[in-house]
């Protein structure tokens, strides 16, 4: 069944057209992976899905439901989508405990002892449990973004947008968060992510959509996309990517 | 082979040593001179006052603490000798610490001499003219009966002061939220909080604080005029120092940066709740400073509210002064409200630090 739909979405900044007719399905528990160059638009693509950024047209849908345009309670869509950004975007005067447990008090209305706890069995999950107390600028990068990836999750989404999650990471703690999102999707948790960890792309991913100005320009399994690729331009970027030595 | 030779040569020729006696020279005749100053400053002071033998020995204390410059400056001789007899025997590295040693003496010798020349400098001021300057704005007798009364009326002054802070607290943040309400829905009170706080930042404090003590209630403004006009001057200061600490307020929370909204939004928050929880809060860290010298400025401009018919600190102290022809006591009002704003820069201070150890932050 699908579960997020995304119809011809076009999105402009000024004269700018930075997303033009992007179409994509994601069905109940798969992992698509979104590549492409820099500026491709993956990570507006993401932040429209989660009602960051207004479309110019189109329609986007969770769960059947038209989550773009006026009138979309975004309080409540945000709660079925979880989102973590590149950049941790942690709360730096809240202690880790707090910033995982604060939309599940604040948002979910549960109690805050019975959110702390649940808090404390994700941390837990990812070694990040004696941490529960540390504000986030004592904490590595990896340490941070694993937090946040606990933090999007502690509202039990449907469904999780990452972002080139381990973009600002030192290459030997890219593992480690690597290592929790293959575990999720392990665990049947629908996601869409952005990344230029092709080897990891290759693992998880269930579809593989390969962006190019604004434009899905080819998708498919993991074996179609890397290994045979249709498109010049995708046989280019995983040239390109394979000289970098990140394939 | 090259670079081994220049290794060696560069063994063979370390860098010597720093002079060190020419300063060294120089900071004890620097001393010496402002030990001179402070020592004829302070005596020029005593011949003045004629004072009871307590004074006296408060003086010749001074007197002593003018010396102390000397002992660095002795102590970089010390360490020139060290120089030369380690630079004798041919022991480098400990003679370029002796060096180094002796300068930073020397040096902290002139700093601190300086600083007693200034001092001295300032005690001759007051006594120059015959002691005119001092008679004329410290005399015992008149701070002695004047301070009860001053202080007594300073109270006004800290009362308006504390109820405007907090007053200023509520309101600046208002007028912020106001001013960066989203939107099309937002943009009149947008506008509205543009306008008040372009209109009460430009118009001179004592001009408001005339206008609303007086004004209000000539007008007869119902609930306004039957006020205090302790009450009167807390709105009229609160109008002013409002439209400053909104910009304080405004400054801050767009120096958030904007991805600590997107993870907030993202996390299902509203834009209230986004403000409440995540903006303010790390905004409010940043505008303590800031906000410390607005309200530094709200009390001394309480000293204003005279024009309005208050009896507070500085009316009180300009009375006293006039029945007496003696300024001591308005330099007593000048030195409460010294006295009252050190200990909130401090604890400013001490606030920031102790966040900075909580947070971890460098
Ligand atoms: N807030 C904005 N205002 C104007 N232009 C923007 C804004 N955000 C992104 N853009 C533009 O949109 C285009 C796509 O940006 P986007 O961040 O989606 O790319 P990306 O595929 O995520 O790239 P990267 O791999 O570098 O993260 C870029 O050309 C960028 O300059
Ligand atoms: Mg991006």
Redesign the pocket.
Known sequence: MTFLEIHDVHKS?GE?E?LRGVSLEVAKHEVVCLI?A???????LLRCINALEPIQSGEIRVAGDVVSGLGVDVNRLRRNVGMVFQSYNLFPHMSVLRNVTLAPVRVGGRSRAEAEEQALALLDRVGMKDKAGAYPDALSGGQQQRVAIVRALASDPQVLLLD?ITAALDPELVGDVLAIVRELAQDGLTMLL?THEMGFARDVASQVCFLHEGRILERGTPAQIFEDPQEDRTRQFLARVLASGRL | MTSGAQTEEVAARPTPPQRVLPTAVVALLVAVLCALAAGLALWSLHRMLEPPAGVDALLVALALVALLPLVPAVRAFGDDRRRARHLAAGRLAPARHEAASGREHAHTAMGYALAVLVCAGLVWFTTANDGAITTTFLRWEFLRSSFANVLDAFWINVEVAVGAQLLVLVVGLVVAVMRLLPGRAGRPLRWLAIAYVDTFRAIPSIITLYLVGFGLKLAQVPFFKDLSPVWLAIIALTLTYSSYVAEVYRAGIESIHPSQWAASRSLGLSYGMTLRTVIVPQAVRRIVPPLLNDFIGLQKDTALIGVMGVTDAFAQSRLTASNVFNLTPVIVVAVLFVLITIPQARYVDRLLAKEQIRTGRS
């Open positions: 900044y700018h930075v492409g820099s500026g491709s638009g993956k990570s507006t080139e952005a």
